[in-house]
């Protein structure tokens, strides 16, 4: 894949007391996309962490200044982390991911290769490596708001979603929570928006101490 041929991406990724994680996620961002050859920016919003995790990512802006950091000043959500990275965004397509080092970052490029042809792309979790209670709640909850939204996506909470940056712009978002990721999937469907589907890999945390973002 050349930069030619590779539309320009802006990653968006929410944080929350990932100190034990960062550092290597932002590394295998910038690796996966020096082989893309493509023109792009990583957005941190760091959801208000108490640990390094904003240090770590200040350090690295000063070797890639691609890099860049939005705090805010305490926990305010998952969801408004990520919608405010999507408003910071200014390249063609939006990515975003979680932060705890759970998704292979170089899988983009299953996503990427889809464009233009896809306006909106989502992963869903070849194995999920969680408690056996954990993945009975998601299939529940993932049937539940298939029933409810009348969806057909296979793993509505997989935080591993791109989206032209024209599509995202049309949804009105109101999520501040958990919420955030089944609201813009439906939106999304009712926009008449083919939704795309790429299966992608899973692992389970490397660092326990971290905090997901409600």
Do not use: W
Request: charged share 25%; net charge positive.
């Amino acid at each position: 894949m050349n930069q030619a041929s590779t539309p320009a991406v802006s990653i968006v990724v929410p944080v929350r007391n990932e100190a034990g994680n960062i550092a290597r996620v932002l590394q295998e961002c910038l690796d996966g996309l020096g082989e893309l050859e493509t023109d792009f920016e990583i957005i941190v919003v760091d959801d208000g962490s108490s640990d390094t995790t904003a240090k770590i990512v200040k350090e690295a802006i000063l070797h890639e200044s691609r890099i860049r950091l939005i705090q805010h000043p305490y926990n305010l959500g998952y969801a408004s982390a990520l919608k405010s990275g999507i408003r910071a965004a200014c390249k063609e397509i939006l990515f975003f991911m979680d932060s705890d080092g759970q998704f292979r970052f170089k899988e983009v490029g299953n996503i990427l290769h889809l464009v233009p042809a896809a306006d909106v792309v989502i992963g869903y979790r070849i194995k999920r490596m969680d408690s056996f209670l954990r993945r009975v709640n998601a299939s529940l909850f993932n049937r539940l708001v298939r029933i409810c939204f009348g969806l057909k996506v296979k793993d509505i909470n997989c935080a591993f979603k791109l989206f032209k940056r024209e599509v995202i712009q049309q949804l009105k978002l109101e999520e501040d929570r958990f919420g955030f990721e089944p609201e813009i999937t439906a939106k999304v469907a009712r926009l008449g928006v083919p939704i795309y589907e790429v299966a992608i890999s899973y692992s389970g945390r490397t660092y326990a101490q971290g905090k997901k973002i409600d």
